[in-house]
């Protein structure tokens, strides 16, 4: 019976909760990610953040930040978002916005030998693309839906 362990990926880009949100999402658009776990320097799990949490973290800074409409679009794909033509307001408020600010705490989480049907399970009960594997609190891997699609191969 194949475990979490044997489906995890272990390579795994990771940030840290102080980390500047403008650098995690050109980290993202260089990795080709949308979402990345949150680790202290020991490597405990303290959270996720996503593209979407940057795309709140853009949005609530757009609320209070004089901006050009030109620059907005309706759900606007921070993967390609040309910073350059932010607005300078809007470009200072979300370089001083950190990790910590817009992260989701209280992941999903199970140990290495959780089966496979566990971790279909935590997918769909949760409604998450994405699972982390953890042992003692510590990050060991990450399991996406894609991960579980491949077994059907």
């Known amino acids: 019976m194949k475990t979490a362990r044997d489906l995890m990926q272990t390579h795994v880009v990771t940030v840290a909760p102080h980390d500047p949100l403008h650098v995690v999402q050109r980290l993202f658009t260089q990795e080709g990610i949308h979402g990345a776990p949150v680790v202290d320097d020991e490597d405990r799990v303290l959270g996720v953040i996503t593209s979407t949490d940057i795309l ?3 949005t609530e800074a757009r609320d209070v930040a004089p901006t050009e409409p030109a620059v907005f679009r309706e759900d606007l794909d ?3 978002f040309a910073w350059s033509l932010a607005p300078e307001d809007l470009k ?4 001083d916005a950190v990790v910590e600010d817009f992260m ?3 992941v999903v989480q ?3 030998s959780a089966p496979v049907a566990a971790v279909a399970k935590a997918l769909r009960e949760n409604q998450v693309h994405r699972v982390l594997v953890t ?3 510590r990050l060991r891997g990450v399991i996406s839906a894609f991960d579980l699609v491949a077994l059907l191969e």
């Open 56 to 58: 709140r973290a853009a």
């Open 78 to 80: 921070l993967s390609r």
């Open 92 to 95: 200072e408020r979300l370089q």
């Open 104 to 106: 989701t705490e209280g």
């Open 110 to 112: 199970l140990g290495p």
């Open 135 to 137: 042992e003692n609190g």
